[in-house]
């Protein structure tokens, strides 16, 4: 079993209503998180590598509304996703 499939069961564990629940604004911050460190990683190895940079911005950008949409909707919901992400 791949790295990145127990990374994803741990998410939906975690974050989702059961495993196969890609839909929840939860799961998919936790997702967006995951690719966001990821590509900060990898900008900071490759400073020079604009297109990635520019993903990650709109990743971040993307995060950032579902962030919002969560914290107008359900403020709980929201304190909780922050507290579990860190």
């Known amino acids: 079993m791949s790295v990145q499939l127990i990374d994803n069961r741990e998410i939906f564990e975690k974050f989702?209503?059961?495993?196969r629940d890609t839909?929840?604004?939860e799961v998919q911050v936790a997702f967006l998180t995951k690719r966001i460190?990821?590509?900060?990683?990898?900008?900071?190895?490759?400073?020079?590598?604009?297109?990635?940079?520019?993903?990650l911005l709109k990743l971040v950008g993307r995060?950032?509304?579902?962030?919002?949409?969560?914290?107008?909707?359900?403020?709980?919901r929201y304190r909780e996703l922050i507290r579990g992400l860190k």
């Open 16 to 19: 989702g209503k059961n495993e």
């Open 23 to 25: 839909g929840r604004t």
């Open 37 to 55: 460190h990821y590509l900060t990683e990898h900008i900071k190895r490759n400073p020079k590598d604009y297109h990635s940079r520019q993903g």
């Open 63 to 76: 995060r950032r509304r579902l962030l919002d949409y969560l914290n107008d909707r359900n403020p709980v």
